[in-house]
Nanobody
Framework: QVQLVESGGGLVQAGGSLRLSCAAS????????MGWFRQAPGKERELVGT????????YYADSLKGRFTISRDNAKNTLYLQMNSLKPEDTAVYYC???????????????WGKGTLVTVSS
């Protein structure tokens, strides 16, 4: 199994940037396809994007393309989410997730972190 711990959330003004991290421990990090999800208050959890084991292939929700970037450092067992040009509607709890399944764009995740809160003020 893998344990996932997100960090880097906080309060940011609209138009600002934030980088989230997800530290993984347990089984070999590079074995996993990874993803970021978010859940805004009163809304269902939604996919932000996914990344394959090597980092060579990524997928993003259409509404986030161009503003959000997912990357990973397998040597550091860490997944990242760079968020730029943030908007108040990006306010949510952000979760990282992992799966041992082969990557495809909207691959189903098996392991989840507890999330980190991002608040974007107007």
């Amino acid at each position: 199994q893998v344990q996932l711990v997100e960090s880097g959330g906080g309060l940011v003004q609209a138009g600002g940037s934030l980088r989230l991290s997800c530290a993984a421990s347990g089984r070999t990090f590079s074995s996993y396809a990874m993803g970021w999800f978010r859940q805004a208050p009163g809304k269902e959890r939604e996919l932000v994007g996914t990344i394959n084991w090597s980092g060579a292939t990524t997928y993003y929700a259409d509404s986030l393309k161009g503003r959000f970037t997912i990357s990973r450092d397998n040597a550091k067992n860490t997944l990242y989410l760079q968020m730029n040009s943030l908007k108040p509607e990006d306010t949510a709890v952000y979760y990282c997730a992992a799966t041992l399944s082969s990557w495809y764009p909207r691959v189903t995740m098996d392991y989840w972190g507890k999330g980190t809160l991002v608040t974007v003020s107007s």
